[in-house]
């Protein structure tokens, strides 16, 4: 199993550009979760999805967007990238355990982004 | 979820024992205590989780106290690899919403 894989490993983009940063996870699980991290900061929950056609807003959602049209992938949008977008983006997923547990989270290597 | 209050960093022997603390004086009767780590500029890694009870994995010990107002995770034989941030998590038992909460974490270097 390749585990919980992110497209691309790193990208510049100019003030204004779009792009899509992809998720992919092999390992039938329900849950995926976008976060971001800053420099000397703890992650940061953007948006997550708790299965298949279905997304919710974390704690710092604003400027992106995401889609979960196949279970196995997470995709997050940023429609107009700004320079506080600069970060390090990282995917995770989780199953459903029993009586809708979630324990461990499994993480993707990380997007590194620069907003020029 | 509760709060958890770490040290911000601390060092230990190669090959000996690195005891790791954690604060959560706030928890409540269903929140776990998750630990993962974080190698440089790598993805973080789960390592342990736990509600009352100790437990012992391949990775670590979740030792936590009878309160459960602190833990300690302890990695037995600390090698040079074990250098990372390790963040110390309070969850509440959820479904729909499971998302974690990371702080800033405590930074353990292994020396040789």
């Known amino acids: 199993n390749a585990g919980v894989t992110q497209t691309p490993k790193f990208r510049v983009l100019k003030t204004g550009q779009s792009m899509t940063l992809l998720c992919a996870q092999d390992?039938?699980?329900?849950?995926m979760y976008w976060y971001r991290q800053d420099p000397g900061m703890g992650l940061r929950l953007i948006h997550y999805s708790v299965g298949e056609g279905t997304t919710a807003k974390g704690e710092v959602p604003d400027g992106y967007n995401v889609s979960r049209l196949k279970k196995q992938n997470f995709l997050l949008g940023l429609e107009s990238a700004a320079p506080s977008q600069t970060s390090v983006y990282f995917c995770?997923?989780?199953?459903?355990?029993?009586?809708?547990?979630?324990?461990?989270?499994?993480f993707g290597p990380g997007t590194r982004l620069t907003v020029t | 979820d509760a709060k958890t209050t770490q040290p911000p960093s601390m060092d230990c022997a190669e090959g000996r024992a690195a005891n790791l603390p954690c604060n959560h004086s706030?928890?409540?009767?269903?929140?776990?205590v998750y630990w993962y780590r974080q190698i440089h500029s790598q993805g973080p890694q789960y390592i342990i989780h736990?509600?009352?009870n100790n437990e012992t994995n391949e990775m670590a010990s979740l030792i936590i106290t009878e309160d459960r107002k602190s833990s300690t995770l302890i990695l037995p034989h600390a090698t040079l690899r074990d250098t990372a941030v390790y963040y110390c998590i309070v969850r509440g038992f959820t479904g729909a919403n499971s998302k974690l909460t990371f702080g800033k974490g405590i930074t353990l270097s292994v020396r040789p």
């Open positions: 706030t928890i409540s009767g269903n929140e776990y």
């Open positions: 390992m039938n699980h329900e849950y």
């Open positions: 736990g509600l009352k």
């Open positions: 995770a997923s989780s199953y459903l355990g029993p009586q809708g547990t979630s324990h461990e989270q499994y």
